[in-house]
């Protein structure tokens, strides 16, 4: 009998190799049963975990937007009383995590995003929004004199820069992922200090 954490363990499977094969493919290039040949199981299998393609994809799109949040927050309470730049490194960091182990999400959000049902695209646009305005307050807590509406925007040219991974080639053809890592890090810094005029 399969218990619940083998259960979790195979949706995360699932959810993994969809994401990999809608962002290689598109959401209309794959079926149910590519998706359930990706993790072993028959494509009619995977209805005991998802109602269907749909719904894995608003779980992936939903539950990235929501982790992203909830990581934040995270590191920001972990900070707590840290000097604001090392705040700023910790967020940084995360979103470079994300960036790099979950190039197929970026994808996916970029092409399918629209596929969602209004109330799910519109739960990823309101975690979204929260996330952006977690990084607004800590960046204009590093750079006081910045006003909000360019914070605003700073914040969301880095995540383009950082969201840029899927553009960098196989993973295999990168330099590393510590070497870059650090070069996205350096690089949103310099974007921020530039955005600031520092």
Not at 14 to 29: N, Q, T
Request: charged share 25%; aromatic share 6%.
């Amino acid at each position: 009998m399969a218990t619940r954490t083998d259960a979790s363990t195979r949706r995360e499977q699932i959810l993994k190799e969809a994401a990999r094969l809608f962002a290689e493919r598109g959401f209309h290039g794959v079926g149910v049963d590519e998706i359930g040949a990706a993790v072993g199981i028959s494509g009619p299998g995977l209805y005991r975990h998802f109602p269907g393609k749909d719904a894995m994809l608003a779980e992936l799109l939903v539950g990235i937007s929501g982790q992203l949040l909830t990581g934040a927050r995270r590191r920001r309470e972990e900070a707590d009383g840290a000097p604001a730049e090392s705040v700023l490194d910790s967020l940084i960091e995360g979103h470079i995590d994300f960036a790099i182990d979950d190039r197929p999400l970026i994808t996916l959000h970029d092409r399918e995003l629209d596929r969602l049902r209004d109330s799910d695209r519109k739960l990823v646009r309101q975690l979204q929004r929260q996330y952006v305005e977690l990084w607004v307050e800590v960046l204009r807590a590093v750079y006081p004199g910045l006003a909000e509406p360019a914070a605003r925007s700073a914040v969301h040219s880095v995540f383009g820069l950082l969201n840029s991974t899927p553009h960098l080639g196989r993973p295999g053809s990168l330099p590393g992922r510590t070497a870059t890592a650090e070069l996205l890090h350096r690089m949103a810094r310099g974007a921020f200090g530039a955005a600031a005029g520092a």
